[in-house]
């Protein structure tokens, strides 16, 4: 077999995608040029020479045909005009959910944000079955759910309401005590999201992505979004249920590291515990909300479907290939 050096490739593939082109306009240019050979009173060597000259500096007449000299995809006059052979395709209408997202929402295909807002980077499509998670692509994950512009947005949410109930008495009000929440919402959300999607996990070995069941009535798949806070998959063995090491474990050593930063009046055993059982009731509250998502989003958006692109895949891209499999329950 023949090997390249890879900056050599290019060229190769340029070369063979123009063999046939090539041919064929050798073949066009040397018949015409047997006639003209003859109508000059060439002699017979001569008109030997001339028949055997390449096509690349043989120059056809007016009368050779635009088809005769095409190459690959090379553009044709019609009518007058240009006209390419393979024309670009029409940008995709605006979509309501973006690029990234998904358009086959009654398959319990999932997007990339819910409602501009919640970030949704954890949640698996329905029947899909994905090779596990390296750890690069564990903290990759945590980031995207961390510092993502719905993120921001998503933790802003979170803080006005903390600010409203005045949870944290000593932050205050006004501006000021705004800030104060926000920040500090942002540091939990951050360091929880770390703590639960990868560096646990990596320990563990576990999957921290959200497997949408997406089939069964409403309290089957309720149980299901739930429970997922106790069961996730491993590494390993991908259709194999394990206990959900890293949300419970992880929630908890996020909620212990806040003490760190918060008031000293908020950092008792009382106060910490009660901030581990908020950040998991968060997480199964969110995992309601992933698993109904595409029933939603159907009901919302369904008419635009044609102008989002499949999940994985950015606007006008490839489509990307997937494996059907059922989700463990």
């Known amino acids: 077999m023949l090997k390249f050096p890879p900056w050599l490739s290019p060229f190769v593939l340029l070369v063979c995608a123009g063999v046939p082109g090539v041919l064929s306009l050798t073949t066009s240019v040397q018949a015409q040029a047997v006639p003209a050979a003859k109508a000059s009173g060439a002699s017979d060597s001569e008109f030997a020479d001339a028949a055997a000259l390449p096509a690349m500096v043989q120059f056809p007449d007016a009368t050779t045909t635009t088809a005769s000299l095409s190459l690959p995809d090379a553009p044709r006059i019609v009518d007058g005009s240009i006209v390419a052979v393979n024309p670009p395709a029409a940008p995709l209408a605006f979509s309501p959910l973006g690029p990234g997202d998904t358009d086959d929402y009654k398959a319990g295909q999932q997007t990339k944000r819910i409602l501009f807002i919640i970030p949704n980077f954890r949640s698996v499509s329905v029947d899909a079955k994905l090779k596990p998670l ?5 903290f990759g994950l945590a980031t995207s759910d961390s510092f993502d512009y719905s993120s921001f947005i998503y933790v802003g949410l979170l803080a006005g309401v903390d600010f409203a109930e005045k949870s944290t008495p000593e932050f205050h009000q006004g501006m000021a005590g705004y800030g104060r929440y926000y920040w500090h919402d942002f540091a939990d959300n951050t360091i929880g999201n770390y703590m639960t999607e990868a560096i646990v996990p990596s320990i563990t070995h576990e999957d921290p992505r959200y497997y949408t069941l997406g089939r069964g009535g409403l309290f089957k798949r309720t149980y299901y979004a739930i429970s997922r806070l106790v069961i996730t998959r491993t590494d390993a063995n991908p259709d194999k249920n394990t206990f959900n090491i890293s949300e419970i474990v992880g929630n908890g050593a996020g909620a212990g590291i806040s003490n760190f930063y918060y008031p000293s009046p908020e950092r008792t055993w009382t106060k910490t515990g009660q901030k581990w059982l908020l ?14 998502w595409p029933d939603v989003a159907h009901a919302l958006f369904g008419a635009s479907k044609e102008s989002v692109a499949p999940e994985g895949q950015k606007t006008g891209s490839a489509p990307a290939p997937t494996s059907p499999a059922a989700p463990q329950q």
């Open 279 to 292: 950040e998991i009731g968060l997480d199964g509250g969110s995992n309601i909300i992933k698993e109904f």
């Open 134 to 138: 390296s750890v690069k692509q564990k």
